[in-house]
């Protein structure tokens, strides 16, 4: 049977690169005692993909993982399984039988995230209104949002308008979330004020068209250089394919 | 959930902040304020390197198996996070609790190999601890050394409370016990127990000792300074294998470690008495783990770590008496769990031929083979009990086999070495490539050429082994030993099929130095710390111009360590420890190499004597 589960990612895990996250999920699901289909050749290995990487320091509470088993055995019982076997900081938080055999990775069309300013500069007060002013004349309002985008070989200039589905500010970054996600919030090298704003975005992730949050955010605020203040904050909150009609639902949703 | 010591800013800057974040499977949490004594592991090299160390992982099992002990580890932090550290003044931590390295009771350091000696002082800088035992307080934590590199530990003398000199399993119950009563009853104080841990077995506290010289800087006493001080130091001998502590459940790094695997150790010392080889020497005598132990260790560890591979680990694997039966075992459970093997330290014969082609891809591996010397008369010298007629055999079986790669391991700079010895290394490999035609003569059902490569280091005298009076060169005159190699490879008649690689020479010296010096080499290593030296391992942190600052400020001689040969009179630096093995077996060691190239035959063959029959166990009681 195909599997599907979603996880979350957050704490001192979250730095651990992608590579090392596969690793461990090969070695986790060879200690669940489920029996993963395992790949041909010299060196079998357990057949597992993920959706998309995440990068080192990000959160998340939708990452997706597919893989099979040679057994029948209900999607709960594989998500304790699993969950037996995580360290802290990586949650199975549900798992889903499939009938496609599409890989997470070709399904993928679209992420959302919450964004937040991790301050370097104690002081830094960000302005909401102007925010959100900005929010409204480069997106909300505006015909085309351009921006350069450099490659090794070349300079292309790139709209990225049309790959923005949703942008939003919002008064702050909810606290169930910020609490139980980025836990060190209030400290720990980054300060995210109580009354800092959060922005929410949902955008195109698709392979040829992956809108990275950053750029986003460099595009419509002009962060560039404000590395003395703050830096870039990002949680992923879902991942989505594109429905028959062409609405966005989660990967998990995806049978 | 915990907080880290290092702050998301710095983990943010860094190469692999996963290094310094702790929380890996199965490692030990508890809580710190039910246990009585705290305990800092430390591996001085990178996390990667320090994590594939099996000994810590039997010592953290074994410490942690005590409700009233906690075990945590540290490594060295790489050098970018260590320039931040320093420059933020953040103090070094252990990875389980994220707490300062000096709030622990102890900093257990183990010595691995000499070029980690500026690392030592790395982490006694990090953690705030004063760089000289002699310095330090009551607050301060214990700093004990131990690992190959006690058995000559008076080069860091300085920097150590305490060595433990041999095997941990026997005595560190003993030493917790001491130290947790001590604290309890409130008769602790450094000095108190430092002098109590001394009457310990195997426990060496350099402070206590103090070394005469000669005008010609050779030692003239080395003694203790107080009563009830032993003079002599004797090797602990673990002597029940399969009731020592093994970790069956060892931690698992995110980070990819330089061993990725479930490493099981199958016995430990060697029966071959390689008079260059100290752990040959160190671990006598030879003690095998019965199969049924092995065969538990290996199905609980594959399931308790979901490892996709598993390795045997010894001094010569091939020598494990069960060995074919055990290895039918590992294929089958691995073929079950789709496991692989790997073999290292394996003789190259039909047996492990016929092993290897069972469980590695042929087409991509590569043969090992390590004749340490390219002459039989140097062979014979270095009591390497292999003859061409093994090589050639084992070389030919393998092509026959299907492999086309073979490695081929050297020593340049042994005692007696002429030229003939050295170019006899290319000839052997051009021997075996030769062979490889002669096997395969169609050259369609062949398929290719023939690839080997000759590897040299250079050859290093160590204490306790028959060498350890033997002289050692100038980097430059190893290197042009190299070169004679490299000569006549290029002149071989298959050099196309031949690769030569040779190791660093200026390392090689400070080794030595290292390898076989006396106290007053200890400050020559902190003027280099003190001066940017860190991760001398490490060739693109290596500053050989700095060392050669260090040597001439602090006065102190390299050549004297190095250029000479001892005399078998002199008392060396380490002579004051008792490894088992009488220095009257050494001393005829040396001369059987040097001036009869005579062959000693191994443990099993014949017991020469060598004075480990005193510890009744393993090879010695058949």
New interface residues.
Partial sequence: MDIRVRFSKY???K???H???M??F??????SNLSVS?SKG????PIMSFASPLG??ITSEGEYMDFSLDENITPEEIKDALNE?M???VEILSATERQSTKKAMAELYGASYMVYF?R?DASFTPDTAALRKAVDDKVKNASSLVVTKKTKKSERKVDLLPLIYEMEVLERFPEDKRDHYI??WR????LLSENDPAFYMKVCARSSDNLKPELLMNAVFNTAGTEDLF?IGIHRLDMFAQAEGGSLIPLGDVS | MRQLALTDDILMQIEEPGRYIGNEINSTVKDKSQVALRFAFCFPDVYEIGMSHLGIQILYEMFNRRSDVWCERVYSPWPDLSEIMKERNIPLFALESQDPIKDFDFLGITLQYEMCYTNILQVLDLSGIPFHATERTDDDPLVIGGGPCAYNPEPIAPFFDLFYIGEGENEYNRLFDLYIQMKKDGSYSRRAFLRKAAEIPGIYVPEFYETEYNTDGTIKSFHPTEEKIPSVIRRQVDTDMDDAPYPSKPIIPYVRATQDRVVLEVMRGCIRGCRFCQAGMVYRPCRQKSIDVLKKYAVEMLENTGYDEISLSSLSTSDYEKLPEFIDFLIEECEKRKINITLPSLRIDAFSLDVMSKVQDIKKSSLTFAPEAGSQRMRDVINKGLTVDDIMNGAREAFLGGWKKVKLYFMLGLPTETEEDMEAIPDLAQDIAHLYYDTLPDKATRGGRCQITISTSFFVPKPFTPFQWARMYPPEEYLRRASVVNHRMKDEPNHKCLSYQWHEAKTTVLEGIFARGDRRVARVIEYAYTHGCYFDAWNEYFKPEVWDEAFSTCGVDPDFYTMRERDISEILPWDFIDTGITRRFLENEWKRAVTDQAVTPNCREKCSGCGCTQFKTGVCVR
């Fill in positions: 704490g001192p895990i730095y651990v690169g590579l090392d996250l690793r461990y090969q070695k986790a699901l060879r200690r395992f010299f060196s079998p290995h080192v320091g076997q360290a802290d900081g991790k370097t836990p060190d400290h720990n090298g980054f830096t």
